[in-house]
């Protein structure tokens, strides 16, 4: 039996939780505005744990062990991803999403209308994390209990990113069954 228009997809879609913070995008800011990778974590220039007993190379190599286990370790303790405050400075919670690479759903304490506009600033949490600037319209936002349940499409993305998010897709679908078949 053929799908109906409305139910076909673009793109494969998985639920995660990942630190995001969502934002209103008045107007008056919606020109020029285009999503971005703000922070890509690169292990380090060689790529792995240095061989030779070169005492600066090991230094290096450390450091960068030691970034990653803070911010391990903050993300446990807090529940929410440090990163660099945003214009509204309330940081980023972990919340589940339902994302593709060409839009996603959440839960928010925020009702929003159809042609809204959001900042949504979020981690894709893989071997390399991936901070992100991505900005949506609002489909549809309903409300569920005292929440809203929020749907948005990705606008002014560009095909780099709805590829390392199609990426992060595909990745957590693999691990969701390879978990499940253990």
């Given at each position: 039996?053929?799908?109906?228009?409305?139910?076909?997809?673009?793109?494969?879609?998985?639920?995660?939780?990942?630190?995001?913070?969502?934002?209103?995008?008045?107007?008056?800011?919606?020109?020029?505005?285009?999503?971005?990778?703000?922070?890509?974590?690169?292990?380090?220039?060689?790529?792995?744990?240095?061989?030779n007993q070169d005492d600066w190379d090991l230094i290096?190599?450390?450091?960068?062990?030691?970034?990653?286990?803070?911010?391990?370790?903050?993300?446990?303790?807090?529940?929410?991803?440090?990163?660099?405050?945003?214009?509204?400075?309330?940081?980023?919670?972990?919340?589940?999403?339902?994302?593709?690479?060409?839009?996603?759903?959440?839960?928010?304490?925020?009702?929003?209308?159809?042609?809204?506009?959001?900042?949504?600033?979020?981690?894709?949490?893989?071997?390399?994390?991936?901070?992100?600037?991505?900005?949506?319209?609002?489909?549809?936002?309903?409300?569920?209990?005292?929440?809203?349940?929020?749907?948005?499409?990705?606008?002014?993305?560009?095909?780099?990113?709805?590829?390392?998010?199609?990426?992060?897709?595909?990745?957590?679908?693999?691990?969701?069954?390879?978990?499940?078949?253990?």
């Amino acid at each position: 039996m053929p799908e109906s228009e409305s139910n076909k997809r673009k793109y494969f879609r998985v639920v995660a939780k990942i630190p995001l913070e969502v934002r209103f995008v008045p107007l008056d800011e919606r020109n020029g505005i285009s999503s971005e990778i703000l922070h890509e974590f690169i292990p380090s220039a060689k790529g792995v744990m240095p061989t030779n007993q070169d005492d600066w190379d090991l230094i290096d190599w450390m450091k960068v062990l030691n970034e990653k286990l803070d911010i391990i370790i903050t993300c446990l303790a807090q529940g929410k991803a440090p990163v660099a405050q945003s214009k509204t400075g309330s940081g980023m919670e972990l919340t589940f999403v339902n994302i593709s690479a060409g839009g996603m759903s959440f839960i928010s304490k925020k009702g929003y209308n159809p042609g809204d506009v959001l900042s949504l600033k979020m981690i894709l949490p893989e071997n390399t994390p991936l901070t992100l600037l991505l900005y949506g319209e609002v489909v549809f936002s309903k409300t569920v209990k005292t929440d809203f349940d929020v749907n948005v499409n990705f606008i002014y993305t560009s095909n780099e990113i709805r590829n390392d998010i199609a990426t992060f897709v595909f990745n957590r679908e693999r691990e969701i069954l390879r978990t499940g078949l253990e």
